[in-house]
């Protein structure tokens, strides 16, 4: 039971995204909104370029999203470093951890879990890493 929680908070955070997508899109004749336009949308985009194929509009959207997601873990990281732990070594390990993460999630169950393709993995890798790398980089400077 535990284990179906766990996975539907992931499920619900990964697909964040999709239920708030602003654009309105004509679905059966009527204009909809959220996760019923980015649904249409996602499948049009699936027929036009093949399975896993997101197209430009809604990678873009997600790798907002995906940057967001980035820039506010990087300032529930530090905080909580420093909270906790309060060592001069706490960010650092714990940027470390969280990349280590974000590689298994990208490369190995968003694979396996949502056939993502390898060159969407990279893209969203990158999206996730270099803002932790630049504030890791500033914070040794």
């Known amino acids: 039971m535990r284990k179906k929680k766990s996975r539907d908070l992931y499920h619900s955070l990964v697909t964040l995204p999709d239920r708030l997508y602003p654009f309105k899109t004509e679905v059966q004749g009527r204009w909809v909104r959220g996760i019923r336009s980015y649904n249409a949308t996602f499948a049009r985009y699936q027929r036009k370029y093949g399975s896993g194929h997101y197209g430009f509009k809604l990678d873009a959207y997600r790798q907002l999203f995906h940057l967001a997601g980035s820039i506010f873990f990087l300032i529930f990281a530090a905080y ?62």
Do not use: N
């Open 80 to 141: 909580l470093s420093q909270a906790l732990f309060g060592g001069p070594g706490a960010l650092p390990a714990f940027l470390f951890i969280a990349v280590l993460f974000i590689s298994f999630q990208e490369f190995y169950l968003h694979r396996r879990m949502y056939q993502q393709l390898w060159r969407k993995g990279i893209v969203d890798w990158l999206t996730w890493c270099v803002p932790m790398g630049v504030y890791f980089w500033m914070y040794l400077h």
